[in-house]
C-alpha cells in the first residue's frame, strides 16, 4: 500500500486532483466573478468540442506550432552541437543565444509583423525565436561537458570523429538535450499562442481573445486548458522517447 501512495503515476493523479479541487473551491468563493469553476470550465470544453470549435481551431495552430518546432529541433540541435565541438562557432554563437534566451522576445513580434506580414511565416518565425535559444544553449552545455575520457576512449579504438559524436557525445549529452527540448517546446506553445493573440488572431487564441470579448469566460479558460493539456501530453511522450532511445535504466521506473 505504501509503495502505491508513493509510487510516481499515484503522485501525478494526486496532484491533478489537489490543483482542480483547488480550482473548483477559488471558483466557488469566487476569486473573481470571471474565474469559471474547473466543473463549468470541462462543461464550456465539451461544448466546444462538441459544436466544432476546438477542431476548427487546433490546425491553425498546430501548424505553425508544429513547423516552427521541427526547424528549432534541427537546427538547435544541430547548432549546440557545432558550438560544443568548436571553440569559434562558441564564440560566435553563445552571445546570440544568450542574448536572445534572456530579451523580451515577445517584444519583437511587431518588428516580425512588419517584415514578414500576419501569414504563417511570421508565426513559425515567433516559435522559432521562443523555442531555439533554450534548446541551442542546453544542447551546447551538454556536448561540452561530456567527459573526456569517454572521446578519448572512442578515439583510442579508432573511432572516427562522426562514430565519436553519434554513438560517445551524444548518448552521453542526451539528457540535457532532452531537458532543452522539452524547454524549447513549451516555450514554442507559448510562442504558438502569442503569435495568435498578437499577429492575426486566428486557431486557440482566436478562441480566447473571441470568448473572452464576449465575457465567455468558461469558454476562454477551456481553451487555454485544453493547450496546457496538450502540452503537457507532448512533454510527456518526449520523455518517453527520451528514456525509450538513450536511458533504458529508466525504463523499469515508468
Same mark, same amino acid.
Given at each position: 500500500?505504501?509503495?502505491?501512495?508513493? /509510487?510516481?503515476?499515484?503522485?501525478?493523479?494526486? =496532484?491533478?486532483?489537489?490543483?482542480?479541487?483547488?480550482?473548483?473551491? @477559488?471558483?466557488r468563493i469566487p476569486v473573481s466573478p470571471a474565474f469559471p469553476t474547473f466543473l463549468e470550465t470541462m462543461a464550456a470544453l465539451?461544448?466546444?468540442?462538441?459544436?466544432?470549435?476546438?477542431?476548427?481551431?487546433?490546425?491553425?495552430?498546430?501548424?505553425?506550432?508544429?513547423?516552427?518546432?521541427?526547424?528549432?529541433?534541427?537546427? #538547435?540541435?544541430?547548432?549546440?552541437?557545432?558550438?560544443?565541438?568548436?571553440?569559434?562557432?562558441?564564440?560566435?554563437?553563445?552571445?546570440? &543565444?544568450?542574448?536572445?534566451?534572456?530579451?523580451?522576445?515577445?517584444?519583437?513580434?511587431?518588428?516580425?509583423?512588419?517584415?514578414?506580414?500576419?501569414?504563417?511565416?511570421?508565426?513559425?518565425?515567433?516559435?522559432?525565436?521562443? @523555442?531555439?535559444?533554450?534548446?541551442?544553449? $542546453?544542447?551546447? $552545455?551538454?556536448?561540452?561537458?561530456?567527459? /573526456?575520457?569517454?572521446?578519448?576512449?572512442?578515439?583510442?579504438?579508432?573511432?572516427?570523429? &562522426?562514430?565519436?559524436?553519434?554513438?560517445?557525445?551524444?548518448?552521453?549529452?542526451?539528457?540535457?538535450?532532452?531537458?532543452?527540448?522539452?524547454?524549447?517546446?513549451?516555450?514554442?506553445?507559448?510562442?504558438?499562442?502569442?503569435? !495568435?493573440?498578437?499577429?492575426?488572431?486566428?486557431?486557440?487564441?482566436?478562441?480566447? =481573445?473571441?470568448?473572452?470579448?464576449?465575457?465567455?469566460? #468558461?469558454?476562454?479558460?477551456?481553451?487555454? &486548458?485544453?493547450?496546457?493539456?496538450? =502540452?503537457?501530453?507532448?512533454?510527456?511522450?518526449?520523455?518517453?522517447?527520451? /528514456?525509450?532511445?538513450?536511458?533504458?535504466?529508466?525504463? !523499469?521506473?515508468?
Amino acid at each position: 500500500m505504501a509503495q502505491f501512495i508513493v /509510487h510516481p503515476r499515484t503522485l501525478k493523479i494526486l =496532484s491533478f486532483i489537489l490543483v482542480f479541487s483547488a480550482w473548483e473551491y @477559488a471558483g466557488r468563493i469566487p476569486v473573481s466573478p470571471a474565474f469559471p469553476t474547473f466543473l463549468e470550465t470541462m462543461a464550456a470544453l465539451w461544448d466546444l468540442i462538441m459544436d466544432g470549435s476546438m477542431l476548427k481551431a487546433y490546425p491553425e495552430t498546430l501548424k505553425p506550432l508544429a513547423l516552427g518546432v521541427i526547424i528549432s529541433t534541427i537546427f #538547435g540541435i544541430g547548432s549546440g552541437i557545432w558550438m560544443g565541438l568548436s571553440r569559434k562557432a562558441e564564440w560566435f554563437g553563445a552571445p546570440i &543565444f544568450i542574448v536572445m534566451q534572456s530579451a523580451p522576445l515577445a517584444a519583437l513580434i511587431p518588428l516580425l509583423v512588419m517584415a514578414y506580414g500576419i501569414g504563417l511565416t511570421a508565426k513559425i518565425l515567433v516559435v522559432c525565436i521562443m @523555442a531555439m535559444p533554450v534548446i541551442v544553449l $542546453n544542447t551546447f $552545455n551538454a556536448v561540452r561537458n561530456t567527459p /573526456h575520457s569517454l572521446t578519448e576512449m572512442g578515439r583510442a579504438f579508432q573511432g572516427s570523429q &562522426f562514430d565519436i559524436i553519434m554513438k560517445i557525445i551524444v548518448p552521453s549529452a542526451s539528457p540535457l538535450i532532452f531537458a532543452g527540448l522539452r524547454l524549447g517546446v513549451s516555450a514554442g506553445f507559448i510562442g504558438a499562442i502569442l503569435a !495568435e493573440l498578437l499577429i492575426t488572431p486566428t486557431g486557440i487564441g482566436d478562441l480566447i =481573445s473571441y470568448n473572452q470579448s464576449i465575457a465567455e469566460y #468558461g469558454k476562454m479558460y477551456a481553451a487555454i &486548458f485544453s493547450i496546457i493539456v496538450l =502540452s503537457v501530453i507532448f512533454l510527456e511522450l518526449l520523455e518517453k522517447a527520451e /528514456h525509450s532511445l538513450f536511458r533504458p535504466d529508466k525504463r !523499469e521506473s515508468l
